[in-house]
């Protein structure tokens, strides 16, 4: 079975720039996450949806960043403008539905570099 | 104060020792609890799930102190394939499937 897909997985911008990250996630999960991963941290929520609805998006920077799952299947999650602060991993993760013994798998992650 | 705090190590460790991992959660509504796996410059992965009544998988043991609001994670007979950082993981009720991470324990095995 297919895992979770992330492209592009390596990104280097300047600040200010904008940039885009795409998820496909495991066929049939309706449950789709992003989280950021700063260096010497551990992975935090951004936003979660469930098929083409947003679940939760309570720490994600609304002024900065977007995500949308149009057709309830792949996601994309930009940023506009960059910050220096946004240097990190995004991961996209899925899983079969939302409740916390649902699995969450994760994709290998976009390492974004802001200079 | 962090929702989930883990003492960020590197633990250092001979092969075939045994080492502990700590991590506390400061809500105590906080509803399921996990340890997660994360190789480097790899995504995390699942390592358990972690149980009042404690849990077993082969070298690892997992338990939970709900009144000490604690996790821990024991692995016995480390390997050098176990080398990773290690992540502790609350979830909090009505909050579906969002995972609360802590920082992580940072584990090298050597030979």
């Known amino acids: 079975e297919a895992g979770v897909a992330q492209s592009p997985r390596y990104k280097i911008i300047e600040k200010r720039q904008s940039v885009a990250f795409w998820c496909n996630p495991i066929?049939?999960?309706?449950?789709l996450y992003w989280y950021q991963q700063i260096l010497g941290q551990g992975p935090k929520l951004l936003i979660q949806?469930?098929?083409?609805?947003?679940?939760?998006d309570s720490q994600l920077p609304k002024d900065r960043f977007s995500a949308e799952r149009l057709k309830g299947v792949d996601s994309t999650l930009k940023i506009q403008p960059a910050k220096l602060e946004d240097s990190a991993v995004y991961l996209c993760?899925?899983?079969?539905?939302?409740?916390?013994?649902?699995?969450?798998?994760f994709g290998p992650g976009t390492r974004l570099t802001v200079l | 104060r962090k929702e989930v705090e883990q003492d960020p190590g590197p633990f250092n460790v001979p092969e075939g020792a045994t080492v502990a991992f700590n991590c506390t959660y400061s809500?105590?509504?906080?509803?399921?609890f996990f340890w997660y796996r994360q190789d480097c410059r790899k995504e995390p992965k699942l390592l358990m799930s972690?149980?009042?009544s404690g849990n077993e998988d082969g070298r690892f043991t997992a338990q939970l102190n709900r009144a000490s609001q604690y996790i821990s994670l024991l692995i016995r007979d480390s390997k050098l394939s176990d080398s990773a950082t290690y992540l502790c993981?609350?979830?909090?009720?009505?909050?579906?499937?969002?995972?609360?991470f802590g920082q992580g324990t940072e584990l090298s095995v050597k030979p």
């Open positions: 809500n105590s509504a906080s509803q399921s």
């Open positions: 993760a899925s899983s079969v539905g939302q409740g916390p013994f649902n699995e969450q798998f």
């Open positions: 949806f469930q098929n083409n609805g947003v679940v939760d």
């Open positions: 972690v149980y009042s």
């Open positions: 993981v609350v979830t909090r009720p009505n909050q579906g499937g969002k995972l609360i």
């Open positions: 066929s049939g999960h309706a449950t």
